[in-house]
């Protein structure tokens, strides 16, 4: 594991679970407590994936492409 990605700690796994708890409850969304080992990894992925599109330096003459074409 390298120096940039992210060790889960028990405080993470807490949070995630914390977070879990929070949409499936917003969002009427039963979890079952088999599923939640796999619903915790995939935003540990998801959100190891956000860290890098944004910690990607843009320079600063940068803009938004007008309209996304799939190329």
């Known amino acids: 594991m390298t120096e940039?990605?992210?060790i889960v700690t028990d405080k993470t796994t807490?949070?995630?679970?914390?977070?879990?708890d929070?949409?499936?409850t917003t969002l009427a969304l039963p979890v079952e407590e088999?599923?939640?080992p796999a619903v915790r990894a995939n935003?540990?992925?998801?959100?190891?994936l956000a860290r890098l599109v944004d910690e990607f330096p843009l320079p600063d003459e940068a803009?938004?492409?007008?309209?996304y074409t799939a190329g």
């Open 4 to 6: 940039k990605e992210t």
């Open 14 to 20: 807490n949070s995630l679970d914390d977070y879990i």
């Open 22 to 24: 929070a949409v499936a």
């Open 34 to 36: 088999a599923w939640r």
């Open 43 to 48: 935003l540990e992925v998801s959100l190891r």
């Open 63 to 67: 803009e938004p492409a007008s309209v």
